[in-house]
């Protein structure tokens, strides 16, 4: 998995990506690695939009790859605490395709199973 970190609108310290790394690292389990490796495309910054006071962060993160397709964004008043939502944000929507995947397949292999009972059935009566 490969992080590559932008930042907008603010110097992108040493402190920040070492932060956006650690915090990012969660996704490792959670993404299959087994053919292409995905990457992790994440944005902080400061944005200025003339109806909201104060200093308003942005941190969004988009996985490609993996057979991902995932984004997510968060804005608070405080970096750190945007780029905290979005970690949690984006790990509940890539397990919940994770999930969602591993039920169709489970119910694929049940619906064979159910159909192969069926043919067995057959088999003993005639």
């Keep these: 998995m490969k992080i590559n970190i932008k930042a907008t ?3 992108l ?13 969660v996704l490792s389990k ?7 490796d995905p990457v992790v495309q994440v944005e902080v910054g400061k944005i200025t ?4 006071s104060g200093e308003v962060f942005r941190a969004e993160v988009h996985i490609i790859g993996g057979g991902l397709d995932a984004y997510a964004a968060s804005e608070q008043t405080d970096l750190y605490a945007a780029i905290d939502m979005v970690k949690d944000e984006i790990v509940r929507t890539v397990t919940q ?17 159910n159909m192969m009972k069926g043919l067995s059935f057959w088999k003993r009566r005639s």
Aim: glycine share 14%.
């Design 49 to 52: 939009q003339h109806h909201k």
């Design 97 to 113: 395709g994770k999930d969602k995947k591993l039920t169709l397949t489970r119910r694929g292999g049940q619906a064979v199973k």
């Design 9 to 11: 609108g603010i110097q």
């Design 13 to 25: 310290t040493p402190a920040i990506s070492d932060y956006v790394e650690k915090k990012l690292s």
């Design 30 to 36: 959670h993404i299959d690695q087994g053919g292409a």
